[in-house]
């Protein structure tokens, strides 16, 4: 009977082993042992933005979410209703401000890669739905790591990302740009929920979308909604009326701003393929997931039999 718990450990342990991946990164360790990254000389340190409504308790557990302990030095600032009024247009100054987020720039060329490291409290807003926004507002070449202590839509880490990125690369973000994008996360949620189709089909409607204007230039709103027409059809997602003409009003809005298109198009290609690349060969590999599940009933029968 041990050698069987011998066994069942061992075989446990080849399952973590195989099913769990393992990331590198560059790491130091501190006095008490814990494991940070080493600070880029380069780029700079993290930067952390909190929400300002977040009591302390809430606060430490967004840090835990955020891994904040992993770095040896962050920058760290608050967003409040005041940024809202900042970056958005008509928007409430006495908003209450959960979400919070930590970015890190990345070398140009790196693209945006987006987590959300509290899916279960980020009820509305996708990773791809951020990354279409702040495309959008004129951010890239980032790394954004999202969370909230508590069940929000997720509208409201889009404005501390805006601050974050200012005070980061000591640029100025377009306050059109940003308006536009955040009605960009507006539409994109409300659609998914009136439309019923999943959050992945809304965020590559958007970037087929916008990759279409960016590479057609559209000269008038009626020939931008015949590229938002032609995009719905070729993902056959159907739209109220209503539901359509916000898409289209809201994308007549995009190519009328001051952007470099063909700039915006290598991103939205980069956006479009991010997910193929990593998981595409996968996904499609049947022989894989037969491999996949033939061990797992070879595994179960084994198991089944030690205790015959």
Known sequence: MKQKWLSIVAVLMLLVAVMVPVNAYAATNDSSGSTQNAINEKLGVPIVVYGANLTDEEKATVKVALQVDQEPEVDEITVSGQDLVKYISDSNPSSRMYSSAKITREEAGEGLIISIVTPENITQVTSEMYANAMLTAGIEDATVEIAAPKPVTGHSALVGIYKAYEAKTGETLDTERTDVANDELSVATQIAENANVSDEQIAELLTGIKQQIAELNPATK????????????????????????????????????????????????????????????????????????NFFNNLIDTISSWFK
């Open 222 to 293: 009626e020939e931008v909604e015949q590229i938002v027409q032609d995009q719905l059809a070729q993902l056959n997602i159907q739209l109220s009326e209503q539901d359509r003409q916000m898409l289209v009003d809201l994308m007549n809005r995009i190519s009328q701003l001051d952007i470099d298109f063909s700039k915006l198009s290598d991103q939205l290609s980069d956006l479009t393929t991010k997910f193929q690349e990593e998981y595409g060969d996968l996904l499609q590999d049947e022989g894989f997931w037969n491999g996949v599940k």
